[in-house]
């Protein structure tokens, strides 16, 4: 039987699986130099991300967090996706933990009149380009981004998604 994934949103209990999480795929599958100290976000995930039109979800299974997805309002009707991380045994179409994860966070967009979802990313996640392409994400420059988009250091190719 296969185990049934709950997403939910973030609470405080979850922050060491979320930063374990994540840093075990930056820093172990992708081999980003990237630490917990370059992510002050992960230590005010409420502060940060669950504020205005922003939010924060877990994928959970069985208890524990295996996936992530969080929206930053970054104003005018426009939020920037982030922290798009999925543990590797639970990836593909097996549990289909991404597309839960990406479609929870547009329709809770959609929800609240958001009308573009904006991306960056690292140029190594081209199985995520490809993920987000086949998710109705279109490839733009960098100088299509909107004013409050935050730009990381890492992130080299960028998406638009538009909310119909």
């Known amino acids: 039987m296969v185990n049934s994934i709950f997403i939910k949103e973030y609470s405080s209990e ?9 840093l075990h795929i930056q820093q172990n599958e992708y081999d980003i130099a990237i630490t917990k100290e370059d992510q002050p ?36 009707h426009k939020t920037a996706l982030r922290k798009m991380f999925v543990k590797q045994s639970y990836r593909g179409q097996a549990f289909n933990v991404s597309h839960q994860l990406l479609h929870h966070a547009i329709d809770w967009a959609r929800e609240r009149a958001i009308e573009e979802i904006y991306l960056g990313t690292t ?6 380009h490809c993920f987000y392409e086949k998710n109705g994400f279109v490839s733009i420059a960098l100088d299509e981004l909107p ?12 998406y638009k998604y538009v909310i119909h």
Do not use: C, H
């Not at 940060?48 to 939010?55: I, L």
């Not at 004013?147 to 960028?158: L, Q, S, W």
């Open 14 to 22: 979850y922050q060491s699986q979320v930063v374990d999480l994540i």
């Open 147 to 158: 004013v409050g988009f935050p730009v990381m250091k890492v992130d080299k190719k960028f």
């Open 41 to 76: 976000d992960l230590l005010e995930i409420e502060s940060f991300y669950q504020r205005g039109n922003g939010n924060f979800w877990v994928a959970l299974s069985e208890g524990t967090v295996v996936g992530t997805v969080a929206l930053l309002d970054i104003g005018d």
């Open 123 to 128: 140029t190594q996640f081209v199985a995520a």
